[in-house]
């Protein structure tokens, strides 16, 4: 949604980041979610077991959070600070890789 707003609402964003990565306060309600159960779609309505949680946040704070996230892994990437044993999360890696070569080795 943020590609399609106004320029003006785009730089409002960028000013707003900067502030709260300058200060490190964060707005209280991005760091708040509410769970609400989400039916499954099979098996009995009745069952608590048929529902999942999903959690309902804050659009800009999402946006936030993943640029943050961009950031890190850039760094984190750059700076081969991770090992490629590491494989868990990270883009262009496979927990199932290691699966793999730890079943090759094992036999």
């Not at 609400?36 to 936030?64: H, M, Q, T, V």
Request: glycine share 6%; aromatic share 12%; with cysteine.
């Amino acid at each position: 949604f943020i590609r399609f707003s106004p320029i003006e609402v785009r730089f409002a964003l960028v000013s707003l980041f900067n502030i709260i990565l300058n200060s490190g306060i964060v707005p209280e309600d991005w760091c708040i979610s509410l769970i609400r159960p989400l039916y499954k779609n099979k098996g009995s309505k009745e069952d608590a077991n048929n529902y999942r949680g999903i959690s309902l946040i804050s659009c800009i704070g999402k946006l936030f959070t993943a640029l943050i996230n961009k950031r890190l892994a850039d760094y984190v990437n750059n700076n081969k600070i991770l090992g490629q044993e590491q494989a868990g999360f990270r883009s262009n890696y496979s927990t199932a890789d290691h699966i793999f070569v730890l079943n090759s080795i094992i036999g």
